[in-house]
T-cell receptor
């Protein structure tokens, strides 16, 4: 069964610090991996999309990495801001799965002053 | 502005009273889907549609219906809501199934069934 596991489940960091969120998946054959940011009570918003051939992609202070061999991805947040407080969701798609998305349960990040 | 619009944003209803949550997208996307999000369970797909008049069940379709009569609209219908359908619902759309296709989510509908 295609699965996406995220860690940690929750994280608290001080404003200005960096942090890294992890995503491990068993989805096969792999098509792409996405990271979404979801503010409380709102819809997820895309941060990055990576295909098999990409091993890093940045979006401002967010940098995602992908190791397709070990089936792992990470999302690194640099110089965190209070507005980074949100849930971060890893989503993986398989080739020939049509539009099916496999969602992780998310990492809840709280940035404190 | 490109967007996915859900209505209503908040809804409280009683058990057994039929309701419809509307979803509309203005991006001419082929694919639309509905998800529910519950604490500790993440997002789970209810139904999806790959184009007009083409719909299929997702992971948790029981108790829900959908229709896709027009490309832009994909309403979610609860014929006889029950308390276990209390949840946060999201509609999403994307252009195609290509590798870099972006999925856009609506703002969510928080449904409470009492």
């Amino acid at each position: 069964k295609n699965q996406v596991e995220q860690s940690p489940q929750s994280l608290i960091i001080l404003e200005g610090k960096n942090c890294t969120l992890q995503c491990n998946y068993t989805v096969s054959p792999f098509s792409n991996l996405r990271w979404y940011k979801q503010d409380t009570g709102r819809g997820p918003v895309s941060l990055t999309i990576m295909t098999f051939s990409e091993n890093t992609k940045s979006n401002g202070r967010y940098t995602a990495t992908l190791d397709a061999d070990t089936k792992q991805s990470s999302l690194h947040i640099t110089a965190s801001q209070l507005s980074d407080s949100a849930s971060y969701i890893c989503v993986v798609s398989a080739i020939n799965s049509g539009y099916a998305l496999n969602f992780g349960k998310g990492t809840s990040l709280l940035v404190t002053p | 502005e490109a967007q996915v619009t859900q209505n209503p944003r908040y809804l409280i209803t009683v058990t057994g009273k039929k309701l419809t949550v509307t979803c509309s997208q203005n991006m001419n996307h082929e694919y639309m889907s509905w998800y529910r999000q519950d604490p500790g369970l993440g997002l789970r797909q209810i139904y999806y549609s790959m184009n007009v008049e083409v719909t299929d069940k997702g992971d948790v379709p029981e108790g829900y219906k959908v229709s896709r009569k027009e490309k832009r609209n994909f309403p979610l219908i609860l014929e006889s809501p029950s308390p276990n359908q209390t949840s946060l619902y999201f509609c999403a759309s994307s252009l195609s199934s290509g590798q870099n296709t972006e999925a856009f989510f609506g703002q969510g509908t928080r449904l409470t069934v009492v």
